[in-house]
């Protein structure tokens, strides 16, 4: 059965049946690498998919303040420009809240 290393120079986790010889992100020995609980290593496992998902919705929130962007650069008339800078800043919420919870993932060690 796979588990999970997490290396205590980057905090990159990796999966195998032991740690790589080296980081893959930060090129840390072997030695530097803890294998994780199966307490961490379930958290981590159980918010992958949710990261996922947080990650999209920023992508998606960044796509719609480009085209608000677009929407008011066109400047068709002002109800439609209005609209477009109040969707623009409730797209910015919309990441940001995404990013935070990410964070908070992180600091609970679901990453």
């Known amino acids: 059965m796979k588990k999970l290393f997490k290396c205590s120079v980057c905090r990159f ?6 740690a790589p010889d080296f980081c893959p992100k930060c090129e840390a020995p072997k030695e530097k690498f803890e294998e994780l609980t199966e307490e961490q290593a379930n958290k981590i496992y159980a918010s992958d998919r949710t990261n996922d998902i947080h990650m999209e919705i920023v992508q998606l929130a960044m796509r719609i303040v480009q085209l608000c962007e677009e929407g008011i650069e066109i400047n068709l008339d002002p109800p439609c420009v209005s609209l477009f800078k109040k969707a623009k800043e409730e797209a910015w919420i919309i990441k940001q809240r995404s990013k935070a919870e990410l964070e908070g993932h992180i600091s609970k060690g679901k990453f």
């Open 13 to 18: 986790v990796y999966e195998g049946e032991e």
